[in-house]
């Protein structure tokens, strides 16, 4: 008999289940997430499922873990400070595909190197430009280098690699080690995300691995894959970006497991995000653009996921536009009140205080709170005197921002992950309105009562009683979660050639949800099944369900789906390369050390395979997988010319697929 433990780190909770011989769920627990410190949260999940199942920590054969923080990190926009080499490219390209946004401001060299198509040397690399670069600059947390055409040949984006490692101690991504696709600024942008996330995944792998140790469990240690495969925690640390998407794509697979669905929607909504995908014969499909979240379109290969900034513990924002007003949720999250006032009660003495001005403030009911310690050589001088009045325990907010620019510092401050800001959310309405009882119900009211005494431009209250507008929250909720899986479900249409978005937000359809009869007969709704997954789903959904008219299914364990997930998927490790024709009759191989030629394709494409099946099972041995099955997919581009097929270019990609191996 064996034992495997899921572990999911997510926004707000971090879940823990038990599995036997990957059948049957034995034990499942909850713990809150404890940014500070997440062995914290992770030890207590842990500590209370081991507890609930009765076993010995040493029968655990397997330990795998998924995550949202990656997602998370970059839907809030956080992370370290990293700097960009950008060799070969042309000016305008580090405008392309958002790579400012994603540098933010981060120091960036754009220096001269690079190849063509055809894996040639266009120009030789500055090295001393770039070693004088990389020696000036201070309080970089790793580097991101993207040469041009590097897929093509990585020799520049190696040397650079070797270069940096031998001045500096951090580490380096490369971006030919994420994708083997052309277009590089998209590659660029890649691999600045994931140098962003090392810090992050490494110190959440860190501890995980310590709690484990106190633990006595020494089963190996997994990590979930954006595509929902199962990877190494060592490939993990140096290939981040790989588990964005990793939480959304272990409850897909968890969800798969528990409902044996061949088609239909799985919607999961956690604290920051809610991801909705398809499962169309029992499988999702992978994103061929690249996984997107948030603002950016990666190179990463996973699950064909849309993830939008909307959760229990989404920001709620008060819209003063027109005589009726109204909320919007999202896309960033706060801590809810009722949380921090369960960690921190004497924010209620604060919240009495507001409640007792007749003056209603911007800040009311808002608060922040240092959570790690600053840097100061990656913030303005703005920035540090608003940290300055931060401290451990919960402030109130308006006594730290003195002026509106202030407000840009802390908005820093919180994508640097040393603060938090805590405000109203749905959490807190479903407190209110006792949808939920785990916090502090008492200081979600008073919250929700100073949010309520904003003024719509009719001069009335936005919401007279605690209740009255916490039933408006919720029923924004269901109304953006039914938008949005309405939109994600015209994205796989093929009929229609209007946006997703704004046929899902069409009056019409909405009207049709409504079941509009008047002149006109409206009929709308949702055609397939949806599974709602996530701790909250079964207090929001039901609702979601009825206003799209659609089958609505609650498994019994999909509070803790993506726990599940973690440890019923296999270790996948899929490659890629190239042939290419530089001249007719000629077939270039491209490798990692330099281009190869042919004069027969058949060679040229066996040599590629078989250099990628190497790798490939090399990876997946390296990562834990035994029984290790391969499969090669050829997609060969030819040209017709005067009656003749012209070989124009090939892509091979190889898996390399395999059950973990487990301990004894």
């Given at each position: 008999m064996t034992f495997f433990l899921g572990v999911d780190t997510g926004g707000t909770y971090t879940d823990a289940v038990i599995l036997q011989n990957e059948t049957k769920v034995i034990a499942s627990s909850k713990a809150l997430t404890t940014r500070q410190d997440l062995a914290l949260g992770i030890s207590e999940a842990v500590r209370n499922v081991i507890n609930k199942s009765s076993i010995k920590t040493e029968d655990i054969s397997l330990v795998s873990l998924s995550t949202t923080l990656a997602t998370n990190a970059l839907v809030e926009d956080q992370g370290g400070r990293v700097a960009l080499i950008f060799v070969g490219f042309r000016d305008g390209d580090l405008a392309k595909h958002s790579i400012h946004d994603a540098l933010r401001g981060d120091p960036v060299l754009q220096s001269k190197g690079g190849h063509n198509h055809a894996g040639e040397e266009t120009c030789q690399i500055n090295v001393g430009e770039i070693r004088d670069w990389v020696l000036n600059l201070d309080g970089i947390s790793a580097f991101a280098v993207a040469s041009q055409f590097a897929t093509r040949n990585a020799a520049h984006e190696?040397?650079?690699?070797?270069?940096?490692?031998?001045?500096?101690?951090?580490?380096?991504?490369?971006?030919?080690?994420?994708?083997?696709?052309?277009?590089?600024?998209?590659?660029?942008?890649?691999?600045?995300?994931?140098?962003?996330?090392?810090?992050?995944?490494?110190?959440?792998?860190?501890?995980?691995?310590?709690?484990?140790?106190?633990?006595?469990?020494?089963?190996?240690?997994?990590?979930?894959?954006?595509?929902?495969?199962?990877?190494?925690?060592?490939?993990?640390?140096?290939?981040?970006?790989?588990?964005?998407?990793?939480?959304?794509?272990?409850?897909?697979?968890?969800?798969?497991?528990?409902?044996?669905?061949?088609?239909?929607?799985?919607?999961?909504?956690?604290?920051?995000?809610?991801?909705?995908?398809?499962?169309?014969?029992?499988?999702?499909?992978?994103?061929?653009?690249?996984?997107?979240?948030?603002?950016?379109?990666?190179?990463?290969?996973?699950?064909?996921?849309?993830?939008?900034?909307?959760?229990?513990?989404?920001?709620?924002?008060?819209?003063?536009?027109?005589?009726?007003?109204?909320?919007?949720?999202?896309?960033?999250?706060?801590?809810?009140?009722?949380?921090?006032?369960?960690?921190?009660?004497?924010?209620?003495?604060?919240?009495?205080?507001?409640?007792?001005?007749?003056?209603?403030?911007?800040?009311?009911?808002?608060?922040?709170?240092?959570?790690?310690?600053?840097?100061?050589?990656?913030?303005?001088?703005?920035?540090?005197?608003?940290?300055?009045?931060?401290?451990?325990?919960?402030k109130a907010l308006r006594a730290v921002i003195q002026t509106?620019?202030?407000?840009?510092?802390?908005?820093?401050?919180?994508?640097?992950?040393?603060?938090?800001?805590?405000?109203?959310?749905?959490?807190?309405?479903?407190?209110?309105?006792?949808?939920?009882?785990?916090?502090?119900?008492?200081?979600?009211?008073?919250?929700?009562?100073?949010?309520?005494?904003?003024?719509?431009?009719?001069?009335?209250?936005?919401?007279?009683?605690?209740?009255d507008l916490s039933r408006m929250i919720i029923t924004q909720l269901h109304r953006q979660t039914a938008s949005f899986l309405l939109e994600s479900a015209f994205r796989e249409e093929d009929k229609f050639d209007q946006p997703a978005e704004e046929l899902a937000n069409n009056i019409l359809m909405f009207e049709g949800l409504t079941g509009h009869k008047n002149i006109v007969k409206i009929d709308t709704g949702l055609n397939l099944p949806v599974v709602g997954l996530g701790a909250s789903a079964s207090s929001y959904y039901p609702a979601v369900g009825d206003l799209l008219k659609c089958d609505l299914i609650l498994p019994e364990h999909g509070d803790v789906a993506n726990a599940i997930g973690a440890v019923v998927g296999r270790i996948t490790m899929r490659v890629q390369g190239s042939v290419t024709a530089p001249n007719e009759g000629q077939f270039r191989v491209h490798l990692p050390d330099g281009p190869k030629d042919f004069l027969n394709e058949k060679n040229a494409l066996t040599c590629l395979e078989n250099f990628l099946l190497d790798q490939a099972v090399d990876q997946a041995r390296a990562s834990g997988a035994a029984d290790i099955v391969t499969n090669v997919f050829r997609d060969i581009k030819k040209a017709k010319a005067e009656a003749r097929q012209i070989f124009v270019e090939a892509l091979v990609t190889v898996e390399a697929s395999g059950r973990p191996r487990i301990s004894k």
């Open positions: 190696l040397q650079i690699m070797e270069l940096i490692k031998s001045l500096t101690d951090k580490p380096v991504t490369a971006s030919h080690q994420l994708s083997a696709k052309l277009n590089g600024p998209r590659r660029a942008l890649t691999a600045v995300l994931n140098a962003r996330l090392i810090g992050i995944i490494d110190e959440l792998i860190g501890r995980c691995e310590a709690t484990l140790s106190n633990l006595k469990i020494n089963a190996p240690l997994m990590v979930v894959r954006g595509d929902g495969a199962l990877i190494s925690s060592s490939e993990a640390r140096e290939k981040p970006i790989e588990t964005i998407l990793s939480g959304p794509a272990a409850s897909i697979v968890g969800a798969k497991w528990m409902t044996n669905l061949n088609l239909g929607f799985v919607s999961d909504i956690g604290g920051t995000t809610t991801d909705v995908a398809l499962l169309k014969d029992g499988r999702p499909a992978l994103d061929a653009a690249g996984a997107r979240v948030g603002n950016f379109r990666t190179m990463v290969e996973a699950v064909a996921m849309r993830t939008t900034g909307l959760g229990g513990d989404s920001q709620v924002h008060f819209l003063s536009e027109g005589l009726m007003g109204g909320l919007q949720l999202g896309p960033k999250r706060l801590v809810p009140i009722s949380l921090l006032a369960h960690q921190e009660p004497h924010i209620h003495e604060i919240l009495d205080e507001q409640l007792r001005s007749t003056a209603p403030g911007e800040y009311d009911g808002k608060f922040v709170r240092l959570i790690s310690e600053p840097v100061e050589h990656s913030l303005t001088s703005r920035d540090m005197k608003v940290l300055s009045r931060i401290e451990r325990n919960a509106r620019i202030e407000i840009k510092s802390l908005e820093r401050l919180v994508s640097r992950g040393m603060v938090q800001v805590s405000g109203v959310t749905p959490s807190d309405a479903s407190h209110v309105l006792k949808i939920m009882a785990s916090w502090d119900s008492e200081a979600a009211e008073k919250a929700i009562t100073l949010f309520g005494r904003r003024r719509k431009g009719s001069g009335d209250l936005l919401g007279e009683t605690a209740e």
